[in-house]
């Protein structure tokens, strides 16, 4: 079982022949019906028709006059995941997690569907940043040591009444009272419930390492705490179920693995809906006044959302539908957001080289946490290089279709982390972009 709980955490350049070829087809094509589907796919795309080759004719043709790198998203299908993260959740509102989109432009998007309510923020300077912007509602996903923080929360009505933070031990609640500096706001508190699966009395454990609160009692104990000292009020409770919802249980070519996956979250899910009824339970004796019980993810809305402890779900993932996704059977969403890298050499046939596209995402290393070239379909790295930091060889017949200065389209392993690397996405609609706004760190915020 170890291996599972691991698991959860010399050459000649083209001819001129073959390049006038392709030039040769676009022009003739360029004069046929562009209206039908095909036709027009194989005009601009140059290469075999794919089913997802309409796609990137669109996404071509919506960036024709930008240079990549850049990045996309897709309002069609981002607003299509937003519609079937709200059906899935069956009535309860969907708490927009932010570090999955960190882009205020899409926030606001999101948070303006029926359905939606509420952030769930990263990083308190953040909370603080979308409070003073205009969010009335922000909850801190984790504990944090920022004193400056604190002080600019304790002594601002405003701020105090919209964020609320997340605590686990009380420690936290002495640090923020050291931090104050003189400010007398009532600090808004949230509890996290550690929502592991422990079995053979807890020498075996799937989930994040997260809140040390695992027991009903232990969560009653640190609610007495709040509510005992001056200064603080007791709101919420949250329990991200990591092992359930952002481990994927469908991984192509691990069958086995895919099938234990599946069969460890479905317990996962019995205990935790027991246990967290009854947390939930103690905590009210101790705060009848709760507000919410948070519980979910992108991958398990669904599964959380029946629950009657729980009162609102956490998605943003699924917003942008990143690669990570494609593994769930749980949830299938459209691919929203992309970044494009521009071909800049040519080594030889079936070989393309593009400028960077090494954007590793976040938890254990492995091949799964690299960006996946998409568009064209069919390309693959180079095993001995990978996805390179300033160029990146991309193998397959594709290559042989693209010319210097085309675009290659790349989705992302996770969600907002690649805004991290872009200060900018360019949103497009139909074959059009419509607005290009800024990412975090176009705004000039870089929270981690």
Known sequence: MKWLAAAIYGVKPRSRHRAETKHERGRTL????????????????????????????????????????????????????????????????????????????????????????????????????LARAG???????????????????????????????????PSHLDLIDA??????????????LDTSLRLLGGRLRFGALRSPLHEPDHLADVARSVTRRPG?????????????AGVGDAVAGRMLHSRAVRGMQSVARRELARRRAAAV?????????????????????????????VTEIAAGSGLYQPRLFDDYTSYRGRPAALFSQPVVRRPG????????????????????????????????????????????????SPADDLSIGDKVWFRHAKA???????DTLHLVDGDRVTASVPTYRGEGCTFL
């Open 232 to 244: 603080f009020r007791l709101v919420g409770i949250m329990a991200y179920e990591a092992h359930i």
């Open 281 to 309: 339970s103690a905590v009210r004796a101790v705060a009848p006044g709760l507000e919410f019980v948070n519980g979910g993810g992108t991958g398990s809305v669904q599964h959380t959302a029946a629950e009657d402890a």
């Open 30 to 129: 360029s004069t046929t019906d562009r209206s039908h589907p095909r036709t027009t796919a194989v005009a601009d795309a140059g290469g075999p028709v794919t089913n997802r080759t309409p796609d990137r004719v669109r996404y071509d043709r919506a960036t024709a006059h930008l240079d990549a790198p850049l990045a996309i998203v897709d309002l069609e299908a981002f607003d299509a995941n937003a519609e079937d993260l709200v059906r899935r959740a069956n009535g309860k509102p969907i708490r927009v997690v932010s570090k999955s989109v960190r882009c205020r432009a899409l926030l606001d998007r999101v948070l303006a569907r029926e359905g939606f309510a509420g952030i769930m923020a990263f990083t308190l300077p953040e909370a603080l940043w």
């Open 349 to 396: 046939p079936g070989v393309v080289t593009v400028l960077g596209a090494g954007y590793p995402a976040s938890g254990a290393a492995g091949r799964d946490r690299l960006p996946g070239p998409y568009l064209p379909e069919g390309l693959r790295y180079d095993a001995q290089e990978g996805a390179g930091e300033v160029q990146t060889p991309l193998l397959g």
């Open 416 to 422: 907002g982390e690649l805004c991290e690397r872009f």
């Open 135 to 169: 969010a009335e509602d922000v909850l801190v996903a984790y504990p944090s040591a920022d004193r400056g923080g604190y002080a600019e929360l304790a002594a601002d009505p405003g701020l105090a009444a919209a964020v609320t933070v997340m605590v686990d031990d």
């Open 179 to 192: 931090a104050r500096d003189g400010g007398t706001e009532e600090i808004r508190i949230c509890l996290e």
